[in-house]
């Protein structure tokens, strides 16, 4: 039966239900993990919704995740015992931004069936650009000038308001031009890219007062998760609505911001009772969801950060298991003893779904998803390389993108030639040369050009014949289903032939993965809700949102706000984590924010957390030793317990014990190869683990193993992080020479290269 009206204030402690019903006026929720900020806010929603004090669609409600938004709603609808089909402005930052900028696209030059750009065709539109100006491209490589793009949209900055001084005289000064033009190159294509969401809806309520006083008539309550992740981008937006109503709660934990390296700015949260005066304050110390020693343990470790609020955090919930710590071989012996702990767990009678495997990067996925194939434990993955970012699934997107947008050229050069259809490089650049000219998309370029001479031969009528089908397929657009309509373009176009023909190994895979790809837009009604649905989600996994049981692999950007019973954490060594990179580029701060993202690991967990390491690990194709990580030595011994493949070791200091259950995972895998790290740590066991060697700026110091030879020989092609790609031309033990297509003959050492 329904709950009786209000039923969702029992149960919450004191504070939790101060911060549901103070909803006049703005509010800050500042509190530690657990805490139940999220059920504050939920409760919140279902609150003003039972009060009748807004109508669903007068609530603004921001999420972290679109993950969470489907959660809020279901949780909501919970609470007040009908469904909300309602809540149409709950979700995340982008999503919304989106909606708003269908409505009003004109107003910055778009029109309202926009294309929302990814990464890829973000590089590849700034690759043109950057050559057209006649820029160095191997010093200011597109990405680079992408990731300052980003930087500048996350700070609000339209290239009209980025200061021209000193600052910004990126790409031999023309950093600011390069922003320029391909802002207006994005208006021509009627695309905007996921900066260019909420960026543009602030051009728009700053410009157009009128709309911007809609909203604020419109929005009477404004509800924000995870604020201490919002950039200057998002805050600014939230500042500008919140204006109207004044009714804004938001809720944060310093403790758990994460994404400094996208911009978000934990003063934000710290500011907020300057920004909003008259705010109201209220922190929760009692942490609902973990146990004691989890959160003493997860407490004790971030205590390591100087740059903090600080705050206490208590749970009712005493005892329980210690959080463990385990030495292991390598990667393939971590992800044997996590998948067996998995299967005792389940023998238990507990599910899949209570276990979650976390990890700071996703190449650590790849020895978790063969071994749960090997025995065919059910897993998903969520977040991390997905599936929509796989090159069939890109291709066909691409198909359809043309399909509803005739000016989206990136769309277009993907498929024009894809698959084969002898339309070569000098066609296409003919096509673009023309377009620019005649300041018309692409297609159109194209079905000009094609009446006249200038293109010849096959291409040409291989063009011609390929804006007929575009033509016939528009047509067919409202008379079948547009899951059909996919197919046949697909087959139609050759494309699928293509792969039928190609008799590389993954090609099947491919045919299958577009298969699926049908399958997840059945979802939708339309083929523009599908393509919009794409561009905005970030969480889909292969599952399609079916529940089923099954672990959970994800990264732990990816696991905040969630929990689970049971949770693993490998990689837990120096270099992998931290990680070598965050504290290359951002030294201390990087560093406090890797412990921060720990922190966020560990309070995961409800019942139990598992900590890894492994002694050998693998670095792109080359293998290195490794450290325990030094948040390993920072874990409050009282609440930690050393174990291995054969048990637990619970007596004396947390890194002695460490070391002797490792000792023994190294005589359980006595068969694997002998690492001069394993021989060192042999050596070091009884003595404290220490920590890694640092350089004279307390970086780690990365080790590459001694008179080792390379895993790699001359001719090979690799990748290099900063270097790009290039030929070995010579290896000398682990050194390596290596001509780059870009930067010239360098010396690198064969553990920052990857085969490519
Ligand atoms: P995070 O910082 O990780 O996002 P949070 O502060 O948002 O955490 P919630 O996820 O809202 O915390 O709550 C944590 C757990 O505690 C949830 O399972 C929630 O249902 C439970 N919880 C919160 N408040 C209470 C309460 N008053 N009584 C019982 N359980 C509660
Ligand atoms: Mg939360």
């Not at 294509?189 to 909420?198: E, I, K, S």
């Not at 400094?260 to 209220?282: M, Q, T, Y």
């Not at 293109?455 to 528009?474: E, H, Q």
């Not at 030094?630 to 050393?642: Q, S, T, Y």
Request: neutral net charge; glycine residues 8%; hydrophobic residues 35%.
């Amino acid at each position: 039966g329904a709950p009786a009206a209000g039923a969702y204030l029992e149960g919450l402690n004191p504070e939790q239900r101060d911060a549901v019903v103070s909803v006049e006026g703005p509010l800050l929720v500042l509190a530690g993990a657990g805490t139940g900020k999220t059920r504050v806010l939920t409760c919140r929603l279902a609150h003003i919704l039972n009060n009748g004090m807004a109508y669903p669609s007068q609530i603004l409600s921001v999420t972290f995740t679109n993950k969470a938004a489907r959660e809020m709603r279901h949780r909501v609808s919970e609470l007040l015992g009908q469904t909300t089909e309602g809540l149409p402005w709950l979700g995340t930052f982008h999503s919304i931004a989106a909606k708003i900028l269908r409505i009003h696209a004109e107003l910055v030059g778009l029109k309202s069936n926009f294309t929302i750009l990814d990464t890829d065709d973000q590089i590849r539109l700034l690759k043109q650009i950057i050559k057209a100006e006649n820029i160095d491209d191997k010093k200011w490589t597109a990405r680079y000038m992408a990731s300052l793009i980003d930087a500048w949209k996350n700070k609000g900055l339209t290239p009209g308001k980025c200061d021209p001084s000193e600052k910004y005289k990126f790409a031999e000064g023309k950093g600011l031009i390069i922003y320029k033009t391909y802002q207006d190159r994005l208006k021509v294509l009627n695309a905007a890219d996921f900066g260019d969401l909420l960026l543009h809806n602030l051009t728009i309520f700053q410009n157009n007062p009128d709309v911007l006083a809609r909203y604020h008539a419109k929005f009477r309550y404004i509800l924000v998760d995870e604020y201490q992740d919002t950039n200057v981008c998002q805050y600014l937006w939230l500042r500008l609505l919140a204006q109207g109503s004044n009714n804004v709660c938001v809720v944060g934990d310093d403790d758990q911001s994460i994404y400094g390296w996208r911009g978000a700015e934990v003063d934000n949260i710290l500011r907020f009772e300057s920004d909003f005066p008259g705010a109201k304050v209220i922190r929760l110390e009692r942490n609902y969801r973990s146990t004691e020693h989890i959160l003493a343990a997860a407490s004790g470790l971030i205590s390591s950060n100087k740059d903090r609020l600080g705050k206490t955090l208590w749970t009712e919930d005493d005892g329980g298991h210690k959080v463990s710590v385990t030495g292991v071989w390598d990667a393939p012996a971590e992800a044997r003893i996590i998948s067996t702990d998995i299967e005792n767990w389940y023998s238990k009678g507990r599910k899949y779904s209570d276990v979650a495997i976390l990890v700071r990067a996703s190449r650590q996925m790849r020895s978790f998803e063969e071994r749960f194939i090997q025995i065919g434990l059910p897993y998903k993955v969520i977040g991390g390389p997905r599936f929509f970012e796989r090159q069939e699934i890109r291709d066909a997107h691409a198909y359809m993108r043309l399909l509803v947008n005739d000016t989206d050229d990136l769309a277009f050069e993907r498929v024009v030639n894809t698959p084969k259809r002898g339309i070569g490089a000098t066609s296409i650049q003919k096509l673009q040369r023309a377009a620019r000219s005649m300041g018309v998309s692409l297609e159109t370029a194209t079905r000009e050009l094609t009446k006249t001479d200038e293109i010849r031969g096959k291409a040409r009528s291989s063009l011609r014949a390929f804006c007929l089908d575009l033509d016939r397929w528009r047509a067919m657009q409202g008379t079948m289903r547009h899951t059909n309509l996919a197919e046949q373009i697909l087959d139609e176009s050759g494309y699928t032939q293509m792969w039928r023909d190609n008799k590389d190994a993954k090609s099947a895979g491919r045919l299958e993965n577009l298969k699926e790809l049908i399958q997840a837009m059945n979802e939708f009604d339309t083929l523009p809700a599908y393509l919009e649905h794409i561009s905005l989600v970030m969480d889909v996994d292969k599952s399609n949102g079916v529940e089923e049981d099954q672990v959970s692999l994800m990264t732990l950007h990816s696991a905040k706000g969630l929990e689970f019973p049971l949770v693993f954490l490998p990689g837990w060594e120096e270099g992998m984590f931290p990680s070598q990179k965050s504290m290359d580029e951002s030294g201390m701060a990087g560093l406090e924010e890797e412990r921060r993202l720990a922190y966020v690991g560990i309070t995961r967990a409800r019942e139990q957390a598992k900590i890894y390491f492994a002694a050998n690990r693998q670095v792109y194709g080359s293998w290195q030793s490794s450290l325990p990580s030094r948040f390993i030595d920072e874990l409050p011994p009282a609440h930690v317990e050393a174990a291995s493949e054969s048990g637990l070791h619970d007596s004396g200091a947390v890194a002695e014990r460490v070391a002797s259950s490792f000792a023994r995972s190294f005589e359980e895998n006595k068969s694997g190869p002998v690492s001069p790290g394993w021989q060192r740590f042999q050596q070091n066991k009884t003595k404290s683990f220490g920590r890694a060697p640092k350089d004279i700026e307390g970086h780690a110091v990365r080790r590459p193993a001694k008179g080792k030879s390379s895993n790699y020989n001359k001719g090979d092609r690799v990748f290099h992080q900063k270097f790009g790609y290039g030929l070995v031309t010579e290896t000398d033990g682990t050194k390596l020479t290596v001509a780059f297509e870009k930067a010239g003959e360098k010396k690198v050492l064969d553990g920052f290269v990857e085969r490519a």
